[in-house]
């Protein structure tokens, strides 16, 4: 659990330092060069360690669920706002509990709580009382995003390759997935600026490689439903973060959400 914390707190930290820049990039320039770039980054090391021939197909899974999450979590920011993007996303461990019940999986009350509690605190820290806002279709990209990330998880779940190797196979997915569009608008990215290009760099190595290969580390022994509960500790990062280094007061609904998230984790651990 302490990787998938550890994974959270660089999310938050990045979205802290460089979310100003990531909303000023279009989606369609910002996520192929941060899976074409993450992918060339950990290129040698897959090159070096390349998977065993029986996880490859699950790793694709991994792959497809990942560009999913990204690119439907970037999609929804730039048609709703941030805090209703990052609210949907993290309804991640909703749907895998959810799913769990389907399956008549027995699940305590107080992990069920724990879950519900969390939930509820992300919606007062990271939306409060402006509510949700956006169009449908900006909801439906959210939903999506929520979604992919609880499929990334589950598939993640239990994987042997190791976690840089895993996210070297999943990230050349996504870079796959995203050339065209990286081609079709080659001439965006020519017009990036210094600033914009050191965000784009500062996702990639400590927004992406890092945290994502965190994640799966942590994923490996945890439940995919925990993880993403454990994940929802980003937005609660994020806010510590931006009051020192972005000057933004921490918020009296802010702690109490923050406080809400710690509860229901904490109530979901073994």
Known sequence: MIFVALAALLWGLGGALAGRFMREIPPEVLIPWRFLLSFLLLLSLLLRHPPSQEERPRLIRVGLALSGAQAFYYLAIHTTTVATGIFLQYLAP???????????????????????????GAYVLVVGRQGLQGSPVGVAYGLLSALSFALYAAFSHGLKTPPLVALGVATGVGSLLALPFLLLHLDRSLTLTPGQWGGILYLVTLG??????????????????????????????????????????????????????LLGVALNRR
């Open 208 to 261: 992406t490689v890092v945290p994502f290969g965190l994640f799966l580390q942590g994923v490996r022994t945890v439940p995919a439903r925990t993880a993403t509960l454990v994940a929802m500790l980003e937005p609660l990062s994020g806010a510590l973060f931006a009051w020192p280094l972005a000057g933004e007061p921490l918020r009296p609904e802010a702690l109490l959400g923050g406080l809400m998230i």
């Open 94 to 120: 909703a749907l895998l509990t959810l799913y769990a019940l389907l399956r008549r999986e027995r699940l305590p009350a107080r992990a069920l709580a724990g879950v519900a509690l969390a939930l509820w």
